[in-house]
């Protein structure tokens, strides 16, 4: 992330104001964590112990090791919150040193230490302005509850058992500062409730540092703005995947361009390139940085394109495989090359198979009923996934710019079918179903006979399907290392069939676009993969049939 000499603005007004960051916070981020440091080690050293001495600066007296313990781990957390510039990380500073400013003055500590922490609190306040990531309303009233049972639950103790002063349960429902010392009526409550008390502080320390919330995704307004977008000739071939209906959208100043993303883990992805005019793509990816920035989410795009990579500014990129590219007006089925092929589409032909492409909303209610029936056997019954690469709704009327390619057998009944959208210069694959038992070379007959489309109305590319980790399942001669994915991916590959569709893909001689992942920083990482597994491997949206047919580009696929 970046830390300073820096400047956001949000392009749209669900980004919120200018963000600026003109000087670093990690000097302030470190302080925090050696005072974590000495608190810490101050309460294991062996008393009195030269560490205790430091400690003396933020303490007024030892701590007990297991309170100790708990404040370091909290001031850890807080040094984190500092780093990503959360407000509440300020606050939390701001109270910490207020409250032991007030306990040196009130001769309840050492008193040399009062002009000290005055200048600290002086200096923080100074600085609050580089701290704008504010706490989800949400997020304050679910802390605000903790907190008060975390009250409550300390001073019933107290009554209950008796004899504890106004002062031991303010320390223990903290916490903080208890020594530790038996108190009247129950030897072991101290103990119990300090423990509460510490765990109380982390989990509040957690709820007000978490990121916002996931957002509701867009709604329909959004979702028409976003397939106008879609059409615009300089979109990605990936920008109709941002029609799902699980996205919420960050658009542009000028509203020309727009990006499509969903929050998990609080990881905030963008699924593949912004869509729409590429002269306003640098701004929207601005606003986008400025609204993760703003509520505490990490950015991430998944399926980021090589050349929009720059424009990310200092996101790092790992390539995780590629895009695969048909040509209309550079394919063709002739030579040795294209012999697989040919022989399956010939196997087709001589099964009495035959083959019709509709535009979606032509579709009549007795076909489409027949086509889920073919998606959910060749599924065997599981639920549609995917993200950067797939649409929802799958033929219930919400993307009725689609079109479909379908295969019927001898006896005229449905036994596979493609669906295609529009896409920039081109047209995107979004999904491939046949049925079980339905004859070999179904599905290359059904590409074949879209790129012949596709090259009849003018489209200069067809997109077909992602081939992840291409590199290392090409390469003629790999390392140790290399030896080792490679076997993993094929051992999983009847689970996530990234080598067998990267063979299939192969048979048509496409050409191939890089296609990545961008994330912040590498300790975003774990939080990166289990939102990325979840978003391409979980399950999607339960599909709900459209009344009346809704989002649809104005450029139609069919051109009808």
Not at 122 to 141: K, S
Not at 468 to 485: M, N, P, T
Request: aromatic share 6%.
């Amino acid at each position: 992330m970046r830390t300073g000499g820096s400047s956001w603005k949000a392009g749209d007004p669900q980004a919120g104001p200018v963000i600026r960051s003109d000087r670093p916070v990690w000097p302030l981020a470190l302080a925090t964590m050696l005072v974590a440091v000495m608190v810490t080690a101050a309460a294991l050293a062996p008393p009195p112990g030269w560490l205790g001495r430091p400690a003396l600066l933020v303490t007024d007296g030892p701590l007990a090791p297991a309170h100790a313990l708990a404040l370091g781990l909290a001031l850890a957390l807080v040094a984190r919150g500092v780093l990503l510039r959360r407000r509440a990380a300020w606050y939390g500073l701001v109270l910490l040193v207020l409250l032991d400013l007030l306990t040196a003055l009130a001769g309840g500590g050492a008193a040399w230490r009062a002009p000290l922490l005055a200048a600290v609190l002086a200096c923080l306040w100074l600085e609050r302005g580089r701290f704008p990531v504010r706490p989800h309303p949400e997020r304050v009233r679910a802390a605000a509850k903790a907190g008060a049972l975390l009250v409550v639950v300390a001073v019933a103790g107290s009554l209950l058992f008796g004899g504890v002063s106004v002062r031991s349960v303010g320390q223990v429902a903290g916490g903080l500062g208890a020594t530790g010392a038996p108190m009247d009526g129950a030897s072991w409550l101290p103990d119990v409730l300090g423990l509460a008390g510490a765990a109380g502080l982390l989990l509040l320390v957690v709820m007000l540092l978490a990121p916002d919330p996931a957002p509701p995704p867009g709604d329909e307004v959004e979702r028409r703005r976003v397939a106008g977008l879609v059409a615009h000739p300089g979109s990605d071939t990936l920008a109709p995947f941002a029609l799902r209906r699980d996205k919420a959208y960050v658009f542009s100043a000028d509203g020309r361009a727009a990006i499509g993303y969903r929050v998990l883990f609080g990881v905030a992805v963008a699924g593949g390139d912004p869509v729409g005019d590429p002269a306003s793509h640098a701004d929207v990816v601005r606003s986008f940085l400025a609204q993760c920035r703003k509520t505490g989410w990490r950015p991430a795009v998944l399926g980021a394109g090589d050349g929009l990579l720059p424009v990310w500014g200092s996101l790092r990129s790992i390539g995780v495989g590629d895009e695969v590219i048909v040509r209309p007006g550079e394919f063709s089925l002739s030579g040795r090359q294209m012999r697989n092929v040919r022989q399956a589409v010939k196997r087709t032909v001589n099964a009495g198979v035959t083959t019709h492409i509709v535009p979606e909303r032509e579709l009549d209610p007795r076909l489409r009923e027949r086509l889920l029936d073919v998606a959910s056997r060749s599924l065997g019954g599981a639920a549609e996934r995917g993200f950067a690469m797939s649409l929802d709704e799958l033929l219930t009327g919400h993307h009725p710019g689609a079109v479909v390619a379908v295969a019927y057998d001898e006896d005229k009944e449905p036994i596979a079918f493609q669906r295609y959208v529009t896409a920039g210069e081109g047209i995107s694959l979004d999904a491939m179903r046949r049925a079980p038992g339905g004859p070999n070379g179904v599905n290359e007959r059904l590409i074949v006979e879209m790129v012949e489309y596709a090259a009849d109305r003018g489209h200069g590319v067809v997109s077909l399907n992602f081939a992840a980790f291409r590199a290392l399942l090409d390469a003629e001669e790999r390392s140790v290392l290399q030896k080792a994915g490679h076997r993993a991916l094929h051992l999983l590959d009847p689970w996530i069939a990234a080598e067998s569709l990267y063979l299939f893909d192969k048979k048509f001689r496409p050409s191939y676009k890089p296609r990545s992942v961008a994330f912040r920083s590498w300790f975003d990482v774990p939080w990166l993969a289990a939102a990325l597994l979840t978003l391409e491997f979980g399950r999607t949206r339960p599909a709900r049939r459209a009344a009346e047919h809704v989002t649809e580009p104005v450029r139609r696929l069919s051109r009808l």
